[in-house]
């Protein structure tokens, strides 16, 4: 697999056939899915997923670190368990841009009562009450559950795993 970046969906892995040069042009995968999207959109066919038109992506890192820190500053979240191999401190929720075929979305852990889930879904709901880019995905897990695999390489790769408490889709 080797990077590549879109000057529209910023970077994006692609396959080595992609990097060899096999195809005449290398396209971006989200460009791709965009392009039917709208092909089958204009034809009045069935639109073969939900396209995110209007969520935050790469292009808008400024406006998402803006409403990250002031979702931060609004509500206490608990400190993340993460391997002290990541170095430094962080909070229990993780901002991830989105892209045509995925929205903004927000995970949060530790958020396991309701009534703590709606008033933070209150408060990311009046963060984007005036935004051009309303779409977004937010994730409660019940608690991070990291696991450390050791690779025959000997170096240590982290994933994290959560079971999913509530999800909500603001499309």
Not at 13 to 23: A, C, E, K, Q
Request: charged letters at 25%; one cysteine or more.
């Amino acid at each position: 697999m080797g990077m590549m970046q879109c000057p529209k969906h910023g970077p994006h892995l692609l396959s080595t056939w992609f990097i060899l040069g096999i195809t005449k042009r290398a396209r971006c995968p989200e460009c791709l899915r965009e392009k039917k999207y709208y092909a089958a959109k204009s034809a009045g066919r069935r639109l073969p997923f939900v396209g995110y038109e209007h969520t935050l992506n790469w292009q808008h890192i400024t406006e998402i670190e803006r409403f990250e820190e002031a979702l931060r500053s609004q509500y206490p979240f608990q400190k993340s368990q993460q391997p002290l191999s990541f170095r430094g401190e962080a909070d229990a929720l993780i901002v991830l841009p989105g892209c045509f075929t995925e929205p903004l979305t927000l995970i949060i852990y530790y958020v396991v009562l309701a009534d703590e889930q709606d008033y933070l879904l209150t408060i990311i709901d009046n963060l984007f009450l005036e935004s051009a880019y309303p779409q977004r995905r937010i994730r409660f897990y019940e608690a991070e559950r990291w696991h450390e695999e050791i690779r025959g390489n000997s170096r240590s790769y982290q994933s994290l795993e959560g079971v999913l408490l509530r999800e909500v889709i603001v499309a």
